[in-house]
């Protein structure tokens, strides 16, 4: 009888001491910010996941640490899906950029640096991508206010 | 001309990632506004004669805030901004935010809805890889190719405008469920439209698979390997090209894909021409896989029966109050999703359509963030346009297949 796939690469994570918990059909681990690197360094050469599928972030306001950062990743042939959860500090919102692990990172991190302010050490590249040079503030960001304009092009009088 | 003082002092959007003195040569800018962009992207490009040595891509011209504008409403109000994200295979985009949806509140659609989701599903899909192959066929000057390919996606999408009322954007998906069954007489001009399928679509194999001209401007541009792809994030078609058999209704079955028997095409080499074939083989795929869920559709409902998402039948709205302060509760306040997170992917035709939704219990989303395929494939564009001819960017930018409103949300 085969085991899941999510149980077994599991228990492969838990002998690699990585504590994960299984959520609606993906893996969850949570981990300081501090540790990140070492810890996907060690989840792709050691346990396949070879895909870096989206990074994002989510703002809590009122929440101390007030930011989570949201990793998912995918082991492409176990077929197995892990998301990696971190939390940083509204001050200093710092975490190391993956870019040295995976070149998908480079994209999705300016994504997210831009939209959400969180800086990525060690990203060459973080100009703006969806928005534009100048733009000022992280529309993401609970206290940006939806209907905040700032037009590139001067409104027509 | 006098342009209007304002404009004198407008910023440049975009700062390259190099100088031509850096680059050392010359730098020609494409687009955003240019046919082969399909409207919304910006390649910097360095060139060394005819030779593309650096490429700088932006993208974000069709930016509309896609991610701030769902956390101010509903569950149910989202469907019509999903639709928009690939606006050539919408179906896909709703049934993998349902999905996701759906997980989060622990509801199980019914046989009907899953079999009917998966069936328009695979139709989509062949909308969406004719849409691509005649777009990268025209702009490398087979016009025949693609007037074939878009008779049969209008076709299509005027059947689908039977079922869902709109050629493009349907908004037929429901939480739970579909927006209608399907109309009578639906599936008998399902079955003609795929016999026509079979017809045009080997007139453009025999069109174009051993053209000469065709060949000379796919194969062997734009390589790349199974390693790399990985390391950039592709999924779909272009990493199925590289010829990894990766695909998600295959590896993590979802929908009715389990009970279906199908083919894996990939491709040898990972250049255009291996994306044009695979893009080929799998709208054949998709014909078999209709034809046997056509076969699997058995009378039922078609959503689940469950107050918390599915809206009350209308005439019970009108003659009982339980049905009436059920549905305007559904309208007003939305579907109450259990606080949690969850994250969905679909493979939708480009890739690995991702939602990823936090709820803190209530009526709306508190955050939503999709993985758009083509966003993160327009992050290793470049790899497929250094090295290559100037006029190579047009052939292999057609092969990958960007679709603003999902790239740039």
């Known amino acids: 009888m085969d085991r899941p796939p999510l149980t077994v690469l599991r228990e492969r994570l838990a002998a690699d001491g990585l504590e994960a918990t299984e959520s609606l059909g993906l893996l969850v681990m949570e981990l300081p910010a501090p540790e990140l690197l070492a810890t996907v360094e060690g989840l792709k050469s050691r346990h396949g996941f070879d895909l870096f599928l989206d990074v994002t972030a989510v703002d809590w306001p009122e929440r101390q640490p007030r930011f989570d950062v949201v990793y998912h990743f995918y082991a492409s042939r176990e077929h197995v899906r892990l998301r990696l959860k971190t939390t940083v500090p509204g001050d200093d919102p710092t975490v190391d950029s993956l870019t040295p692990l995976y070149g998908s990172a480079h994209f999705m991190e300016r994504e997210c640096h831009e939209l959400l302010g969180i800086a990525f050490r060690g990203n060459p590249d973080l100009r703006p991508i969806l928005l534009y040079e100048g733009f000022t503030g992280h529309p993401l960001r609970k206290d940006y206010a939806k209907n905040h304009t700032q037009p590139l092009v001067r409104y027509r009088r | ?409």
């Open chain 2, 1 to 409: 001309m006098s342009r209007p003082p304002e404009h004198d002092d407008l910023p440049n959007p975009v700062r390259p990632a190099f100088t031509p003195d850096e680059a050392g040569g010359m730098v020609v800018n494409i687009g955003p506004s240019h046919p082969a962009t399909h409207g919304t992207l910006q390649i910097i490009a360095a060139l060394d004669g005819e030779r593309v040595t650096r490429a700088d891509v932006h993208c974000g011209y069709l930016h509309r805030g896609f991610e701030k504008e769902c956390e101010d409403h509903t569950w149910n109000n989202l469907i019509p901004y999903v639709d928009r994200l690939n606006y050539c295979s919408g179906l896909i985009n709703d049934f993998a935010y349902c999905d996701a949806v759906e997980t989060l509140m622990g509801v199980e659609i019914t046989r009907r809805c899953r079999v009917l989701r998966t069936l328009l599903a695979e139709y989509s899909r062949i909308a969406d890889h004719m849409t691509c192959i005649a777009a990268s066929l025209m702009e490398i000057g087979a016009m025949t190719g693609f007037l074939y390919l878009m008779t049969i996606r209008d076709y299509i999408y005027e059947h689908l405008a039977d079922l869902t009322g709109a050629r493009v954007t349907y908004t037929y998906g429901r939480i739970g469920g579909l927006a209608r069954d399907l109309p009578e007489g639906w599936l008998t001009r399902l079955d003609e439209i795929l016999v026509q399928y079979e017809d045009f679509i080997g007139r453009v194999h025999a069109l174009m698979d051993r053209n000469r001209i065709f060949i000379d401007r796919t194969r062997d541009v734009g390589v790349l390997t199974t390693d790399e792809a990985l390391n950039w994030g592709f999924t779909g078609p272009m990493l199925r090209s590289t010829g990894a058999p990766r695909d998600l209704r295959r590896d993590t079955p979802y929908l009715a894909y389990g009970d279906l028997d199908f083919e894996v095409p990939v491709g040898i080499k990972g250049d255009n021409y291996d994306r044009y074939y695979v893009r080929m083989r799998e709208m054949d795929e998709s014909v078999y896989m209709i034809r046997q869920l056509v076969e699997m559709l058995e009378p039922g409902p078609i959503s689940v029966d469950d107050k918390r998402c599915t809206l009350p039948e209308k005439h019970l709205v009108y003659s009982e109050i339980e049905s009436l302060i059920n549905h305007f509760k559904l309208i007003m306040e939305g579907p109450q999703v259990p606080a949690g997170e969850v994250y969905r992917a679909h493979e939708a035709a480009n890739g690995e359509l991702g939602f990823y939704l936090v709820s803190t219990g209530g009526g709306r989303p508190y955050r939503m963030h999709v993985r758009g395929p083509s966003f993160i494939h327009m992050g290793g564009l470049h790899r497929l346009l250094e090295g290559y001819q100037l006029a190579d960017i047009v052939a292999t930018f057609g092969s990958v297949n960007m679709i603003g409103g999902e790239c740039d949300r």
